[in-house]
């Protein structure tokens, strides 16, 4: 059993809604990490949190809109997104600190039609 | 920036037979190493990890990987493969808060 928890685990929506994933952890770590992955890829990072402020965003479009409320909850907002932004979004946690290992959810299936 | 490599995207061996992934880093300072396997339609789930010490580390499932800093490599290893061990692995190296991935080998176990 994963101790990051997702929800919904699959999401369908169309170019024109507003939908939001969630993401949360009850292990304290202070880190929380927003991973974007496309199919027999491998994941990659889009957002890092570290102790709830924003600490890394790479370079990703406006239409994806992170937000941590606490320490043990992650938002990733979604508004007027593509069809190329479908993917498998994983959300991770980590203690902070350099040699911390991630843990990762099980992540959203998000189908943009 | 620090980075690696995994040699082989896709690996295929005999049940029972020894599991050999490659991953080679790039790094200019001692690197925070990780092995990450990924089951279908699932997260990435933890093997193993390098920070310092010891150079043989052991992990989950039997699994184990050896840093070696004159070859720039962290091999992951499984004396003998069972069929559950078909799956994605990732080789990630850890700079600050960015984790950054391989392309991933792909396993694959013949009965």
């Known amino acids: 059993d994963t101790e990051v928890t997702q929800t919904p685990k699959h999401l369908v929506m169309g170019m024109t809604n507003k939908k939001s994933l969630k993401c949360e952890q009850h292990?304290?770590?202070?880190?929380m990490y927003w991973y974007k992955q496309k199919a027999k890829k491998p994941p990659e990072l889009m957002f890092v949190?570290?102790?709830?402020?924003?600490?890394i965003n790479e370079s990703v479009p406006s239409r994806f809109s992170p937000e941590c409320p606490n320490s043990s909850l992650l938002n990733l907002h979604l508004h007027a997104l593509q069809p190329e932004d479908s993917a498998l979004y994983l959300c991770?946690?980590?203690?902070?600190?350099?040699?911390?290992?991630?843990?990762f959810g099980n992540g959203t299936r998000l189908t943009v039609t | 920036a620090q980075s690696v490599t995994q040699l082989g995207s896709h690996v295929s061996v005999s049940e029972g037979a020894l599991v050999l992934l490659r991953c080679n880093y790039s790094?200019?300072?001692?690197?925070?190493l990780f092995w990450y396997v990924q089951y279908p339609n699932q997260g990435l789930q933890l093997l193993l990890k390098?920070?310092?010490?010891?150079?043989l580390v052991k992990g989950i499932n039997g699994f184990e990987a050896e840093f070696k800093k004159s070859e720039t490599s962290f091999h992951l290893t499984k004396p003998s493969a069972h069929m559950s061990d078909a799956a994605e692995y990732f080789c990630?190296?850890?700079?600050?808060?960015?984790?950054?991935f391989g392309a991933g080998t792909t396993v694959t176990v013949r009965a």
């Open positions: 949190y570290s102790y709830e402020k924003l600490s």
């Open positions: 990630a190296v850890k700079d600050d808060y960015k984790l950054s």
């Open positions: 991770a946690s980590s203690q902070v600190g350099q040699g911390s290992p991630l843990h």
């Open positions: 790094s200019s300072v001692p690197p925070y």
């Open positions: 292990m304290g770590h202070r880190a």
């Open positions: 390098y920070t310092t010490g010891a150079t």
